[in-house]
T-cell receptor, first 113, second 114 residues
Framework: GENVEQHPSTLSVQEGDSAVIKCTYS??????FPWYKQELGKRPQLIID?????GEKKDQRIAVTLNKTAKHFSLHITETQPEDSAVYFC????????????FGKGTLLTVNP | GAGVSQSPSNKVTEKGKDVELRCDPI?????LYWYRQSLGQGLEFLIY????????KSGLPSDRFSAERTGGSVSTLTIQRTQQEDSAVYLC????????????FGPGTRLTVL
């Protein structure tokens, strides 16, 4: 089955700096890669996703890059703000299926004012 | 409109007891998913429903776990003879259809087995 590794497990940055979180996956059939943000005590929420037919996608201060050959994808947050502090999860669909997501173990991002 | 809701928000039970967790998906969403989130871990896929059927039960940790969905809406996850290792947050999510990737999560049920 699919295996998703996520690094780092914790990340601390100063407000205004950039943050990068990296994930690798094992199933070459995976074609959908979402990122979820989970604030303390709250539910996970989708912040951005990318499909395998593109290499990069950007939404304001958030961008995701995908390297299918190397089977890794990354989340980039620029000009970080304290409200970006949360746990971020990457995921990949299994075997190219639409429904079954395998999640990484999460990255706790702390943005210091 | 209303998001995914789950009840109870917290459940404390004794080892060996059965528990039922409930999920109300977003109205009109045909796909429903259950995940388990243990402390410091990612989300572990348990089961999904398309309508009332559950084609993939491979994520259920043991035969003590079961889930059903009736009327294509509300789903219940039942854990029989609970064990301490079952303690976790159980999250439910729904999506418009299987082809629609975005999954909307509920607030979760925090289960503590003493």
């Amino acid at each position: 089955g699919e295996n998703v590794e996520q690094h780092p497990s914790t990340l601390s940055v100063q407000e205004g700096d950039s943050a990068v979180i990296k994930c690798t996956y094992s199933d070459s059939a995976s074609n959908y890669f979402p990122w979820y943000k989970q604030e303390l005590g709250k539910r996970p929420q989708l912040i951005i996703d990318i499909r395998s037919n593109v290499g990069e996608k950007k939404d304001q201060r958030i961008a995701v890059t995908l390297n299918k050959t190397a089977k890794h994808f990354s989340l980039h947050i620029t000009e970080t703000q304290p409200e970006d502090s949360a746990v971020y999860f990457c995921a990949a669909n299994s075997g190219g299926s639409n429904y079954k997501l395998t999640f990484g173990k999460g990255t706790l991002l702390t943005v210091n004012p | 409109g209303a998001g995914v809701s789950q009840s109870p928000s917290n459940k404390v039970t004794e080892k060996g007891k059965d528990v039922e967790l409930r999920c109300d998906p977003i109205s009109g969403h045909t796909a429903l998913y259950w995940y388990r989130q243990s402390l410091g871990q990612g989300l572990e896929f348990l089961i999904y429903f398309q309508g009332n059927s559950a084609p993939d039960k491979s994520g259920l940790p043991s035969d003590r776990f079961s889930a059903e969905r009736t009327g294509g809406s509300v789903s219940t996850l039942t854990i029989q003879r609970t064990q301490q290792e079952d303690s976790a947050v159980y999250l439910c999510a729904s999506s418009l259809a299987l082809e629609e990737h975005e999954q909307f999560f509920g607030p979760g049920t925090r289960l503590t087995v003493l």
